[in-house]
């Protein structure tokens, strides 16, 4: 009896932590659509480095909590940081929404202030649903097969969020609000406050491994290892392409003047869309390579996909924009096929490559640290702020140079990730005791 209300405890917590993974991705990418109404306000001029700043500050949050989250997890334990997480991401939100009621300059600072807790509950959130789910499934195979479920959720929410505020938004002009999106924050505060409550009544047994590792001093550290340092770059740079691509697409398609992608009608709607599109498809390539993890090496994997990556942004910074093909979307009433710039499709499709470089390139940065591995984990948390830094570069180009030529930003991290499958993997400080 005692065996089976343990196994039931068990599955509910693994749902629970299933379910905080899908709210990571939901929070996440509320950013860059609401950074599409932001930006058509008149006090911002239609700026994409400003519609991009909720984004930025969401990441930013990242290099101030990644590690102080790992040694929260320590000290309070599993469930508590989660509940600290979900509060946090509530009041996060609840900001967001009360940024609407002053609107002008003032909302888009409140917006900001916002986007940045909201960050700091993500950071939380990804720093207990990771080896909380690991633990549940007993480590090994078990664990990361939970752990790549948890990461297909996650696409999946990645891939509606800005479908569903582009669907409410239709077309932006001046006169958008953020009132007109209440919905989703309704529904995002509705969630945590739910989340809270049924994860308050859910028994969770924090492991006693790690626990006394945390402030021990080590002889060395994560970046006494070459392969490592190269990889915490590699790090910052492949956050930077995965929000990058979508994001500053999401601004393109719904950009109705001359320097967007000439969409009429619903541009708003079809660039959430599209940019869903390109969620969907890493959810597709997770999901996929969750089946040849086991036969084909994380080094293999990085230099195709990398490569075929450099290929599909080439082609869609030079490819003109009055060159077109069809996407089945949402355009407002009903799904039908719909004529997009085929740089557009071809950027949709960089999701698919995107989809295994967080994995791949963990597992090749810390592969022989030993001990250190817990140290690095750390600072790979804080290096997601490159998801902030590179598309406000991307986007303070497009705001000068043009959207496409805004994407040499992500075909220069491609190229970096590249090189580091090629020879920045490859462990040289072997002689170093991780024992």
Known sequence: ME?????NGSIIAIITMMFLYAMI??????????????????????????????????????????IP??????????????????????????????????????????YLLGAFVSGFSVCLLNTVVNPMLNLLGGGGNRGNQLNLIGGTLNSLTGTLTPMFVGALIGTVTKSTQMSDINLVLYIAMAVFACAFVVLTFIPISDPEI?????????EHSPWSFRHCFLGVIAIFVYVGVEVGIPGTLN?????????????????ATIGGFVAGTYWLLMLVGRFASGF????????MMMLTTTFVGMVLILCAIFIPKDVTTSMPLFTG????????????LLLVLCGLCTSIMWASIFNLATEGLGKYTAQASGIFMMMVVGGGVLP????????????MISYIVPLIAMAYMFYYALYGCKNVNKNIPVD
């Open 3 to 7: 065996k089976t209300n343990r196994q």
């Open 292 to 299: 040849i993890a086991g036969k084909v090496s994380s080094r």
């Open 251 to 267: 601004f393109y398609i719904a950009d109705t003047s001359e320097k967007g992608a000439g969409i009429l009608g619903n541009a």
């Open 333 to 344: 009433s009903s799904f039908a096929m719909t004529v997009v710039p085929v740089s557009a």
């Open 69 to 110: 989250a790992g040694k929260l997890l320590t000290r309070i334990g599993y469930k508590k940081t989660a509940l600290l997480g979900i509060g946090v991401g509530f009041i996060g939100v609840l900001i967001q929404f009360l940024s609407g009621m002053p609107g002008g300059m003032t909302g888009f600072y409140i």
């Open 25 to 66: 991705s939901f929070v996440t990418n509320l950013a860059a659509p609401i950074g599409v109404v932001w930006k058509n306000q008149p006090e911002i001029g239609g700026s994409n480095l400003l519609g991009m700043m909720g984004n930025f500050m969401n990441f930013f949050a990242y290099l101030f909590m990644g």
């Open 392 to 403: 406000l570069v991307q986007n303070y180009i497009a705001d000068n140079a043009g959207y």
């Open 210 to 218: 790690g626990k006394t590792t945390v402030d021990t001093v080590f």
